[in-house]
């Protein structure tokens, strides 16, 4: 699946990135939790420079609660980013969280403010990511209050949102921005089951495929519980993930009753259920990558 999506307002959005990278001390980087590495923008460390960074990783109640703390360990100690995991629609305390790690990653600067009498400066935070990676639900939450537009697909932000958390710490939500062309298929895959590419420019049913093949190879029991099934399919020798994410869409559509003229099974309801079950949590918690050095 050659996954590209690069539509003219992101050219825009970086060049906005871009110029209002002098007004912020800090780029706070959002990530899902469940890919947090093909959740990265690699432009982004071209964009942004040399101006400090952390990490949220984003949506962690969806992710693999062990595979939440390698990541965090990964992001503070192989690459020097303060990272935490947040979960921003239902999480406690965001706010508080956010403006320790915050100040945390600036505390060598907040104590030059401090000798310069710059005491009570607020940190002015850039938040950047993929499309609908969750920022303004993130600022959302932080703020304690709908002060950014938020929604379940990509490009609901498209202007820049400055958002006062308190006294100590101010917000930029930015749009949503990908790369050109991703150069890894796998990489792709994992931004379009997250949901980060707009389905329009997809073929679900495929999509559904390599996903329940992926489900099927490495969380077997989410897919028997989610659909009630009693066994899945054997994977045949050299079959190749479409041929047996097929048959595994064939498998729980049949379980559920998606049958259609003729008696043939509705594979394509089938992909665009198992897709949205998949991006809202209700078949488990998934972590789909390990850090480079695992």
């Not at 003729?262 to 079950?277: F, H, K, S």
């Amino acid at each position: 699946m050659d996954i590209q999506w690069y539509p003219g307002h992101m050219t825009k959005t970086r060049r906005q990135i871009e110029g209002d990278l002098k007004h912020v001390d800090i780029v706070v980087e959002l990530t899902d939790a469940r890919v947090p590495l093909s959740s990265r923008n690699p432009d982004i460390d071209a964009i942004c420079g040399g101006k400090p960074r952390a990490v949220i990783l984003n949506r962690a109640d969806q992710a693999d609660q062990q595979m939440n703390r390698v990541w965090v360990s990964y992001f503070k100690k192989a690459l020097g980013i303060e990272a935490a995991a947040l979960d921003s629609k239902n999480g406690a305390n965001a706010g508080q969280a956010i403006t320790f790690l915050v100040r945390n990653a600036l505390k060598d600067e907040i104590a030059r403010w401090q000798e310069k009498g710059q005491v009570g400066r607020p940190v002015r935070a850039m938040v950047v990511g993929v499309p609908n990676v969750g920022k303004s639900t993130f600022i959302n939450k932080v703020a304690g209050r709908k002060s950014a537009k938020a929604g379940d697909r990509p490009g609901v932000t498209r202007g820049k949102q400055w958002v006062h958390v308190d006294a100590s710490l101010d917000l930029l939500d930015t749009p949503g921005i990908l790369w050109p062309k991703f150069d890894d298929k796998i990489v792709g895959l994992h931004l379009a089951f997250t949901g980060a590419v707009k389905d329009e420019i997809l073929d679900t049913e495929t999509l559904g495929c390599h996903l329940a093949a992926y489900l099927g190879e490495n969380y077997p029991g989410a897919l028997l519980a989610g659909y009630k099934l009693s066994a899945l399919p054997e994977r045949e020798k050299e079959e190749n993930d479409i041929a047996y994410g097929y048959r595994l869409l064939e498998t729980a559509a049949r379980r559920r009753g998606f049958l259609i003229s003729g008696g043939e099974v509705d594979t394509e309801r089938m992909a665009n259920i198992l897709l949205d079950e998949f991006r809202g949590g209700k078949l488990g918690r998934f972590t789909l990558e390990v850090p480079p050095e695992a």
